[in-house]
């Protein structure tokens, strides 16, 4: 901020969370204001669903819903359940082995950034960066020019630079057991 003065009054603050981000200046001073991190999105579904909700409390909501419904109905027919006769008293039936271990897939996912095509052409944070890299610079950039210059900046190097070893060691003393 000190080498950007212009941009002083486009700081704001979360009305949810309270996390200081930067905004639009022409968003410059309001106080109703949420993060792109995520409080922004809940708020829009919570409000949604609020209207939702208001709406089908009406006569003609009511109407429409029993109406969607019906059509609903109409198209699914409800499966017919088996007889519950031969189960046990736990709910497995004689045949099927109980098995109370699940399988589970566990994916580990060490920290650092990649950068892959699709998760950075869909991102949501992708016009947030935009705007701040508009707002420092000065000048106005698509998506896809700061998705382009992200990848220049984020570009991984290949192993082939320093030996294996150095880099699990060096990743090591970053993040200690």
């Given at each position: 901020?000190?080498?950007?003065?212009?941009?002083?009054?486009?700081?704001?603050?979360?009305?949810?969370?309270?996390?200081?981000?930067?905004?639009?200046?022409?968003?410059?001073?309001?106080?109703?204001?949420?993060?792109?991190?995520?409080?922004?999105?809940?708020?829009?579904?919570?409000?949604?669903?609020?209207?939702?909700?208001?709406?089908?409390?009406?006569?003609?909501?009511?109407?429409?819903?029993?109406?969607?419904?019906?059509?609903?109905?109409?198209?699914?027919?409800?499966?017919?359940?088996?007889?519950?006769?031969?189960?046990?008293?736990?709910?497995?039936?004689?045949s099927e082995p109980t098995n109370d271990a699940l399988p589970l897939t566990i994916?580990?996912?060490?920290?650092?950034v990649v950068l892959d095509e699709s998760s950075l052409a869909r991102s949501p944070?992708?016009?947030?960066?935009?705007?701040?890299?508009?707002?420092?610079?000065?000048?106005?950039?698509?998506?896809?020019?700061?998705?382009?210059?992200?990848?220049?900046?984020?570009?991984?190097?290949?192993?082939?630079?320093?030996?294996?070893?150095?880099?699990?060691?060096?990743?090591?003393?970053?993040?200690?057991?």
């Amino acid at each position: 901020m000190q080498s950007h003065p212009r941009l002083q009054g486009c700081i704001a603050y979360c009305a949810h969370c309270e996390i200081r981000f930067l905004t639009h200046p022409r968003n410059a001073g309001r106080q109703d204001l949420r993060c792109p991190f995520g409080c922004r999105q809940h708020h829009r579904r919570r409000r949604s669903s609020q209207r939702s909700a208001a709406y089908y409390q009406t006569a003609v909501g009511r109407r429409k819903k029993k109406r969607l419904n019906a059509r609903r109905q109409g198209s699914q027919v409800p499966p017919i359940a088996p007889p519950q006769s031969n189960l046990d008293p736990h709910g497995a039936s004689p045949s099927e082995p109980t098995n109370d271990a699940l399988p589970l897939t566990i994916e580990l996912r060490l920290p650092g950034v990649v950068l892959d095509e699709s998760s950075l052409a869909r991102s949501p944070m992708l016009p947030y960066v935009r705007m701040i890299v508009g707002l420092i610079e000065g000048v106005e950039f698509t998506c896809g020019e700061v998705a382009h210059l992200l990848r220049q900046a984020m570009r991984q190097h290949s192993f082939g630079a320093r030996r294996r070893i150095d880099y699990i060691l060096d990743f090591l003393d970053r993040h200690p057991p």
